[in-house]
């Protein structure tokens, strides 16, 4: 066993230093291993004694059988037998099979009759596919043979059920990765359009053909030239990427996530400073897995238009609908009459996609998009260039529908980069955070699609205002078109809202838009970004801050359009972010500016009229669920009249009925609530006690130490002294609290409020959570309405226990906290923060260079 282990060993560093060599014969490798097992296992074979058995045969199956082994992969093998095996020859198997477990070989076993074989690959159809691609090993060679003639059957699954099953596979597998390719940690092997999306194009053709290699399916013409050399140079890609990452890996493991993408890119030879060689290799990867995942599909589809339907006779005499000069509607399908037209007159393309979207129930036929792909290879300057394409573009946004059923194929098929050259930078562009979870083209259409969605009534429980606001909008084209540009200038230098502005602009001229409406899209895309920033990271209940956002945004119309897409790009950048606390957050902000709109900037909100107005909902709540006696109507008013003016406007009448209910149940202090009710998707937790030393710092510390997240929250001290702050946290997962969680929060926070003896917090230093990820922490000290206070932004690396750490740092410089958003996004965080010295002033410079400083020093360490 020891030379054994010495000459796997052996082996595997030999593979290593020849995978660094240049060029890299990555398939010469994974047969080169897949050899060397063969050997290793005919030797064993026979020092075994199983040569001198001629009931036996071993065979490889899976990819082992295809000779595709990667440092990792598994070495499943097959012990064909005659008959059911006596016990000192099973026994004599699970010792050759201990020894390779020994010599740490993910080894996969399984010992059939001929007769199991068949009845377990009938009734699993995976075991059927792991048989299909069975090689001999050693053996009884006439015995895998009869297997072999058994498994090619007509009666061993009929190629419709065999080729439905695999298909239903695929889908279930597409799901899990939101059905796309372009995920940022992205699986090689299972994702769409990774590997497993080439052996099914091979099951399928080695079920209906008995060949499966891709030059195989040259030879017999159902590839064109083109597309060999296409998939072949994807497969290439994905072989040497999931070779090295294996090479780097200790487990089995086929996942490309962050904290091994940079090892992998240099093992590979990408180069650059940063993050460039990451998005250089990613690039290179979303390439491979678009062209197999498109080539895939359209084989299959292909495939089974032209196998498996059964009225093959009555759909080649379906008539044929004239559409224009190059295209036919023939069976719910768009035909191209003449494939040269996509070259001789290259605005049809566009005209392909009209008819798409004019057609609801429409498909293109396989052959044309076969053909249109070759033709795109082939254009000399871009769509854009063309008059009538122009043309045919600008008619393409005016359409019905027209993201899902024609910007989304347009851009799946390579459309949209034929026709803009900026779009070319952001395909497949990597997004290095974990708040986004696709690549940059890829969350670009899915705003487009969220914006489409709010024209559905459907969606109306999860977004009512943009589900009310964007059916109302004038020219919503113009909307669509900003949301391409919006992060069309990502991965270069400088602001990409600036630069994506740019962009929009001369996009807008080349098309002839008027003055306005091109203004209109540019101021769109240039802020994008700014009521999100507003209304998550400023404190919308202060008049200046939305008299400024009403200044920048300047009409009703473009309020609404600006909502709907900044509503879009969060749910098109993470869906599971978007829930009702945040929801009523965006309303909030976008009632307020429409109210500052309509009584003109030189006017502040009666802030006053909306506390009445939250007061008296209150009551109104409360009459309606209770009658309250005399007594606890006096004792409420009493406990309302130490409560300062915000805490009324920034709670709703449903929340202040919340705290009010629980303050006549039991008014004692500190009084702690915690509820899933008042934001949904999240828990919200409303603190009420004697403000006290290092409250913030406590309560933050208490909620590290339970693995809990806080997203958002809500600083109010009244004159009084006591604090009125509200929590909005989730589990570390994202999900709301249980019952069981709630209940122990809440325990747990009344023990910290209520201990008497001040203790220092023990902070535990630890490390990042998101090594992986290259970003300083930056302070920005803001301008702010309210002279006595200073504001500022804080912008660092998500860790457990970092508001704890921050409310201990206020502490030591005796700050007075009076407002905080804390805004989490994915591994980072941007926080605001409004904070007074120990007198209740504004910082000076010197303040706020020391609390820069110290802040500084202590996050990056």
Not at 280 to 287: H, I, L, S, Y
Not at 429 to 455: A, C, G, N, P, W
Not at 686 to 711: E, G, M, N, W, Y
Request: proline share 3%; with cysteine.
């Amino acid at each position: 066993m020891l030379n054994l282990k010495q000459t796997l060993a052996e082996f595997s560093l030999a593979q290593k230093t020849r995978f660094t060599e240049s060029p890299i014969d990555v398939v010469g490798l994974l047969h080169e291993r897949s050899d060397f097992y063969d050997d290793i296992l005919q030797k064993l074979w026979k020092k075994y004694g199983f040569s001198e058995r001629s009931d036996l045969a071993l065979v490889a199956v899976g990819g082992y059988g295809r000779r595709e082994m990667f440092p990792l992969s598994d070495l499943d093998i097959l012990v064909l037998a005659e008959h059911t095996l006596d016990e000192p020859t099973q026994q004599k198997l699970n010792e050759l099979f201990n020894l390779l477990w020994d010599c740490k070989l993910q080894l996969g076993t399984s010992i059939r009759t001929l007769a199991e074989c068949i009845s377990i690959g009938k009734s699993e159809i995976s075991v059927a596919t792991n048989m299909l691609e069975s090689r001999f090993i050693i053996g009884n060679v006439k015995l895998w043979q009869q297997l072999f003639e058994q498994l090619h059957a007509p009666d061993f699954w009929a190629i419709s059920d065999f080729f439905h099953a695999k298909m239903a596979e695929k889908q279930a597998r597409y799901e899990r990765y939101h059905n796309t390719s372009y995920n940022l940690e992205p699986d090689l092997k299972h994702s769409p359009g990774g590997l497993r999306d080439l052996h099914l194009l091979s099951w399928i053709m080695l079920r209906q053909y008995g060949v499966y290699r891709l030059e195989h399916l040259l030879e017999k013409g159902i590839l064109y030239p083109e597309e060999y050399q296409e998939l072949q140079q994807a497969e290439k890609v994905l072989f040497r990427m999931r070779f090295a990452l294996h090479l780097q890996l200790k487990r089995y493991d086929n996942r490309l996530r962050f904290d091994r993408q940079l090892q992998l890119s240099e093992q590979l030879g990408y180069q650059g400073e940063g993050n460039q060689p990451v998005e250089a290799m990613m690039k290179t990867f979303f390439q491979a897995t678009q062209s197999i995942s498109q080539l895939s599909q359209l084989l299959l589809d292909s495939f089974e238009q032209e196998h498996l339907h059964t009225s093959k006779m009555l759909q080649k005499n379906a008539q044929k609908q004239p559409l224009d000069h190059a295209f036919i509607l023939q069976n719910s399908a768009i035909y191209c009459i003449d494939p040269a037209c996509f070259i001789q007159t290259p605005h049809t393309i566009l005209e392909l996609f009209l008819h798409l979207t004019q057609y609801p129930q429409a498909t293109i036929d396989t052959h044309t998009l076969r053909q249109l792909r070759l033709s795109l290879r082939k254009l000399q300057r871009p769509l854009s260039e063309d008059p009538l394409a122009r043309q045919g573009f600008i008619k393409l946004f005016q359409q019905p529908n027209m993201v899902k059923r024609a910007i989304v194929p347009m851009h799946q098929f390579g459309v949209l980069s034929a026709y803009l050259p900026q779009w070319k930078s952001i395909e497949g562009l990597m997004q290095f955070d974990m708040f986004h979870i696709y690549t940059v083209d890829e969350h670009t259409i899915r705003v487009m699609l969220k914006l489409e969605s709010f024209l559905d009534n459907r969606n109306q429980e999860n977004h009512p205002l943009c589900c009310e606001l964007l059916p109302a909008l004038p020219n919503l084209p113009l909307l669509y078109f900003s949301a391409l540009f919006h992060d069309i200038a990502k991965g270069r230098e400088g602001d990409h809202a600036v630069e994506g502005a740019i962009d929009m602009r001369q996009f807008a001229e080349q098309h002839n838009f008027s003055l306005s409406d091109t203004d209109y899209m540019v101021w769109l895309v240039a802020e994008h970004l700014t009521m999100s920033i507003t209304a998550q990271r400023r404190d919308i209940h202060d008049p200046e801050v939305v008299k400024a956002f009403a200044k920048i945004v300047g009409n009703q119309t473009a309020l609404s359009a600006l909502t709907c897409l900044t509503v879009a790009d969060i749910c098109a950048t993470n869906e599971s972010l978007w829930n009702d606390w945040k929801r009523s957050l965006f309303r909030k902000l976008f009632q307020f500016t429409q109210e500052q709109l309509a009584i003109g900037n030189e006017q502040s909100i009666d802030y006053q009229k909306i506390e009445m107005e939250h007061r008296q909902q209150a009551l109104a709540q409360l009459a309606q669920q209770r009658s309250l006696t005399e007594t606890e109507h006096q004792q409420l008013i009493a406990f309302w009249q130490t409560c300062p003016n915000s805490y009324f406007i920034r709670n709703s009448p449903t929340q202040l009925v919340w705290h009010a209910e629980r303050y006549l149940h039991h008014s004692k202090l500190p009084m702690v609530l915690v509820s899933n009710q008042y934001a949904r998707g999240a828990t919200e937790i409303f603190v009420h006690c004697d403000d006290q030393p290092q409250l913030f710092a406590r309560i933050a510390h208490t909620l590290s130490q339970k693995k809990i997240s806080i997203h958002d929250a809500q600083i109010i001290t009244g004159e009084n002294g006591r604090v009125l702050d509200s929590f909005i946290i989730t589990e570390s997962n994202g999900k709301p609290l249980s019952d069981e969680r709630s209940y122990d929060i809440h325990q747990a926070l009344i023990k910290a409020l209520t201990q008497t003896e001040q203790k220092p917090l023990k902070l535990a230093k630890k490390p990042i959570k998101h090594q992986s990820f290259k970003r300083k922490t930056k302070i920005r000290f803001l301008a702010n309405s309210q002279k006595n206070h200073t504001a500022f932004e804080l912008f660092t690396l998500d860790r457990e226990g970092l508001l704890a750490q921050i409310g201990d740092i206020f502490n030591q410089h005796t700050l007075n906290l009076i407002n905080a958003k804390i805004t989490t996004i994915g591994e980072r965080v941007e926080d605001f923060f409004v904070v007074t010295n120990s007198q209740g002033k504004a910082l000076d410079e010197m303040e706020k260079a020391q609390l820069k400083q110290q802040l500084l020093d202590e996050l990056t360490k």
